[in-house]
T-cell receptor, first 110, second 113 residues
């Protein structure tokens, strides 16, 4: 069964304290791995798509990487506005549905 | 380019009633998917529509249904509402191409009393 697990569930950082979020997955025929950011009461905001092991993408303070079993979202020198829930999702097989992890709640304190 | 829009943003219903939610995709996007988000189960796939046809369906009871119109706008319907149907219902649209990104709307918050 396709499965996505995110860790940690919650993470508290001081402003400027870099860290990484983990997304491990078990799927048949990965077609893409996606990172989203979700603020309270809002829909998920698209961040990155990764398609193959070894791929990396960057956007401002965020960098996403992908291996054959997991993905990392690295946050460099975070700011309070980076506080949100970060969701990882995979698309597998011949379907367009996304299978989501439970998310990591990130809080960045000044 | 305008994003995905969903109406209404908030709904309060009572058990046994039915509800219809609406989604307008990003212009040019022909695929629309619906997801349910709850604190206990997270984000779960409901169904996907493309060219007015349901292409995929998640593991939800038949009380959950949807449709898509020729302009790609989509509606989902939940009949005989139960307390457990209280959730944020999210719509996502996707452009049929080599890119798989799905873009989400703000959601409809449904509360069943």
């Amino acid at each position: 069964e396709d499965q996505v697990t995110q860790s940690p569930e919650a993470l508290r950082l001081q402003e400027g304290e870099s860290s990484s979020l983990n997304c491990s997955y078990t799927v048949s025929g990965l077609r893409g791995l996606f990172w989203y950011r979700q603020d309270p009461g809002k829909g998920p905001e698209f961040l990155f798509t990764l398609y193959s092991a070894g791929e990396e993408k960057e956007k401002e303070r965020l960098k996403a990487t992908l291996t054959k079993k997991e993905s990392f979202l690295h946050i460099t020198a975070p700011k309070p506005e980076d506080s949100a829930t970060y969701l990882c999702a995979v698309q597998a097989g011949g379907y367009n549905k996304l299978i989501f992890g439970a998310g990591t709640r990130l809080a960045v304190h000044p | 380019k305008a994003g995905v829009t969903q109406t209404p943003r908030y709904l309060i219903k009572t058990r046994g009633q039915q509800v219809t939610l609406s989604c307008s995709p990003i212009s040019g996007h022909r695929s629309v998917s619906w997801y349910q988000q709850t604190p206990g189960q997270g984000l779960q796939f409901l169904f996907e529509y493309f060219s007015e046809t349901q292409r995929n369906k998640g593991n939800f009871p038949g009380r959950f249904s949807g449709r898509q119109f020729s302009n790609s706008r989509s509606e989902m319907n939940v009949s005989t509402l139960e307390l457990g149907d209280s959730a944020l219902y999210l719509c996502a649209s996707r452009q049929e191409s080599s890119y798989n990104e799905q873009f989400f709307g703000p959601g409809t918050r449904l509360t069943v009393l």
